[in-house]
């Protein structure tokens, strides 16, 4: 079967002068998941990584490139999920963390084991 991933930039508008950031971001997140497919990685591998690349990308709503709440400060929210093993992990209004979604898996895979 040939691996499939799909990445999207969030939601809401895009402005014109970031829209070209915002593609290229998209475009190497899908790259970089799709890579680690190919070499036979795991869904959630391929998933992680490309959320990572978005999180370290100013472009998107997310780690580094996070939207500050009204007090001025970064509040990020990330959840994974593996549907072969119906698990999730999530976390909320996390501080001080470069990439919520390692830590989002970090719970599904330490806390809520089945």
Do not use: W
């Amino acid at each position: 079967m040939k691996p499939v991933i799909v990445v999207h930039g969030g939601a809401g508008r895009i402005f014109k002068e970031r829209e070209d950031g915002s593609r290229s971001g998209v475009i190497k997140a899908a790259l970089k998941g799709y890579g680690i497919l190919k070499q036979g990685g795991t869904a959630l591998d391929a998933v992680e990584e490309a959320v990572v690349l978005m999180e370290d990308d100013p472009h998107f709503n997310a780690g580094y490139g996070s939207v500050l709440n009204e007090k001025g400060e970064v509040e990020m929210d990330a959840i994974i999920m593996d549907g072969k093993k119906l698990a999730s992990g999530a976390v909320s209004a996390v501080k001080c963390i470069s990439n919520p979604i390692k830590l989002a898996r970090l719970v599904m895979e330490k806390v809520c084991q089945r």
